[in-house]
């Protein structure tokens, strides 16, 4: 699994290096990029947050957020911002970005964003990462489970799935068992959770 860390990306050295090392010195890996071409080459593998200028020339800030929505990296964005580029630092956070920080900005300021920016981050693949086990539990499913499974998730009480389904109460009961061992599901409120979080409730 890659690292968790910062991706900072300045086209101002200076600035980029400063930054690297605010981070570092807060235990925080860093990685930084001058351009935000150069961090799209490695972005599909990149986790944790990416901390980016809003005003550089190959492409700015806005641009690479964008971008970044196409390719589906799914990372939290911080943007720096100077003051004229407020507007713009918006329109990026329509786009979703999480936080802007203007320049010059204070250490405290920035460090409390990125480490916020990488706990969403974290929750985020934690989220993804429950979600595809579920889905690869549902995979074990006969088809005919997956539909007492359905008829579970809707609120159905056995009869009426039984009815729907054209099969006796006491063989629904049969499946349901079978649905709830191969889910790994406690209860029938635990079942309905997974199905939420798969995406199929």
């Not at 981070?23 to 944790?48: H, M, N, R, W």
């Not at 901390?51 to 957020?65: C, I, K, N, Y």
């Not at 964003?113 to 929750?123: D, K, T």
Request: proline share 4%; glycine share 6%.
């Amino acid at each position: 699994m890659p690292d968790i860390k910062a991706h900072v990306i300045d086209d101002d050295d200076d600035a980029r290096d400063s930054l690297a090392f605010l981070l570092s010195t807060a235990d925080i890996e860093v990685e930084t990029y001058p351009s935000a071409p150069d961090f799209l080459k490695v972005a599909k593998e990149a986790q944790g947050v990416v901390v980016t200028d809003v005003r550089m020339p190959e492409m700015d800030g806005l641009a690479l957020v964008r971008h970044l929505n196409e390719l589906g990296v799914g990372m939290p964005v911080v943007v720096m911002t100077g003051h004229a580029d407020v507007p713009l630092a918006v329109e990026a956070m329509k786009a979703g970005v999480i936080d802007f920080i203007e320049k010059p900005y204070d250490d405290a300021t920035m460090l409390g964003a990125v480490r916020a920016a990488l706990e969403r981050g974290r929750e985020s693949q934690a989220r993804g990462n429950e979600r595809a086990e579920f889905l690869r539990r549902m995979e074990s499913l006969s088809p005919r489970e997956r539909q007492v499974m359905e008829g579970l998730v809707a609120g159905k009480p056995n009869k009426v799935i039984a009815f729907d389904l054209d099969i006796s109460q006491r063989t629904v009961e049969i499946y349901r068992a079978h649905v709830m061992t191969k889910m790994q599901a406690r209860s029938l409120s635990e079942l309905v959770r997974m199905a939420m979080v798969a995406g199929l409730a």
